[in-house]
């Protein structure tokens, strides 16, 4: 079957019921994508399919085909980091860092298609991701950061 990951067409072969976090860490290389939980609850896994967050641990391959997948890889580069990225740094969000591409992930798509968050829509569209050293002040802040950023450009 054929995906899109990072703007990149790929041929690969896997069982349809193939969780895609797999297919991204094992297949691809790509190891910014973490398993957290297996089950979809924690966040840690969060890719984007055709710019929508979603948890590669419970998607099965097969629903992804033909469709555009955005890893933490996908959304910024050393040279040219998301606006996201640089606020991340700057506030030093990270602690342990093991669920920070999960986040990155699903702020990436809540700055996407609000740029301007409350902190009620940060809230809401952070809920399904866990960070057990407890950064998410840190999260909301680096958010706004970003957000401030981007709308002064």
């Not at 067409?9 to 896997?14: A, G, N, P, Q």
Request: charged share 20%; with cysteine.
């Amino acid at each position: 079957m054929k995906i899109a990951v990072n703007d990149v067409e790929r041929l690969i072969e896997f069982e349809p019921d193939t969780p895609l976090l797999w297919v991204i860490r094992d297949e691809l290389k790509l190891k910014g994508t973490k398993f957290g939980c297996g089950k979809g609850l924690c966040g840690a896994c969060t890719v984007h399919l055709n710019g929508t967050p979603i948890r590669s641990c419970i998607t099965p391959v097969s629903a992804v085909e033909g469709q555009n997948i955005t890893t933490i890889e996908g959304i910024g580069s050393e040279e040219s980091p998301h606006p996201l990225q640089d606020s991340w740094v700057e506030l030093n969000v990270p602690q342990c860092g093991y669920c920070q591409s999960g986040q990155l992930m699903s702020a990436s798509a809540l700055i996407a298609d609000n740029p301007k968050p409350t902190d009620a829509d940060i809230d809401n569209a952070m809920s399904g991701n866990a960070c057990r050293c407890g950064t998410y002040p840190r999260i909301k802040a680096a958010i706004h950061h970003a957000a401030d950023n981007i709308n002064k450009g």
